[in-house]
């Protein structure tokens, strides 16, 4: 049987907070309960699901790096660096991974300054504004996408 693709999912900074942090905007899960969540669908659909979070832009980039050799797939919540990092863009780009992004609030409904996405520019896919549902429908896309790969 073939080895269950690998999909990384990252959370960068402030989403360690979900649950306490405005949850008007954000909803009331915890990053635990999302990565749960996450988890299980991946399971179901044949995933290997390897959830991180880091308040760090370098830790990040060097999770990213690594992935290159180890993982099939990112799914990212770059939080504000969505809006500030050309490196985590670069990386993602060195990466040369199938890559969604994912919001739980939809940014461009917000402030001016979060509707500029650096990852937008390299991801083949943008999910926003469908609170922690967004993580499990790139999860559907991925696997879809891979399994497609895999039959050719
Ligand atoms: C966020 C949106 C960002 O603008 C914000 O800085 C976050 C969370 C979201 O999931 O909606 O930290 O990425």
């Known amino acids: 049987m073939a080895k269950a693709p690998k999909i990384l999912i990252l959370n960068g ?3 360690n907070m979900l649950g306490k942090r405005q949850p008007d905007v954000y909803g009331r899960e915890t990053l635990s309960d999302v990565e749960q969540s996450c988890r299980s669908r991946g399971q179901s659909m044949g995933l290997d699901v390897d ?11 060097d999770w990213i790096h690594e992935a290159r050799d180890s993982h099939d797939g990112i799914i990212i919540n770059p939080g ?3 809006h500030t990092s050309i490196a985590i863009m670069d990386a993602l780009l060195a990466a040369e991974l199938p890559l969604i992004e994912v919001h739980l609030s939809n940014i461009h409904r917000r402030e001016t300054f979060r509707h500029q996405s650096y990852v937008a520019k390299v991801a083949d896919a943008v999910l926003a504004g469908l609170g922690s549902q967004g993580y499990l429908f790139a999860l559907d896309a991925l696997a879809r996408r891979l399994n497609a790969q895999q039959e050719t």
């Open 13 to 15: 900074p402030n989403l």
């Open 80 to 82: 504000a660096y969505t």
């Open 51 to 61: 959830c991180r979070q880091s308040n760090s832009e370098g830790q990040l980039i």
